[in-house]
């Protein structure tokens, strides 16, 4: 079983700032690939970002590259998704993931993944 559990959401201004963090137990991140998706009211949860069990290999979604990047740290079991140039269209809760298999990179796909955190809320003010 894959405990995630996401943190460091707020309010930030446009062209701000923020950084969110996963964090789980034992030596997930060292197995595991993790996805961040974002989902805002009215809408469908939409991926974000993913970092390989590695975390040598990461891929955006295009409305995220270029602002956001996605970053690993071992040693502390948590994965970072470091959000720059925010614009208000990027509020949403956000939530990080993980697949089922191990050593296993999923695709963009929310079915794709299996375990999810409880999502934290990130506001964007204009």
């Known amino acids: 079983q894959v405990q995630l559990v996401e943190s460091g959401g707020g309010l930030v201004q446009a062209g701000g700032s923020l950084r969110v963090s996963c964090g789980t137990s034992g030596r997930t991140f060292s197995t595991y690939a993790v996805g961040w998706f974002r989902q805002a009211p009215g809408r469908e949860r939409e991926f974000v970002a993913a970092i390989g069990w590695s975390g040598n290999s990461a891929y955006y979604a295009d409305s995220v590259k270029g602002r956001f990047t996605v970053s690993s740290d071992s040693a502390k079991n948590t994965v970072y998704l470091q959000m720059n140039s925010l614009k208000p269209e990027d509020t949403a809760v956000y939530y990080c993931?993980?697949?089922?298999?191990?050593?296993?990179?999923?695709?963009?796909?929310?079915?794709?993944?299996?375990?999810w955190g409880q999502g934290t809320q990130v506001t964007v003010s204009s």
């Open positions: 993931a993980a697949p089922r298999l191990m050593h296993y990179m999923p695709t963009r796909a929310y079915s794709d993944y299996h375990y």
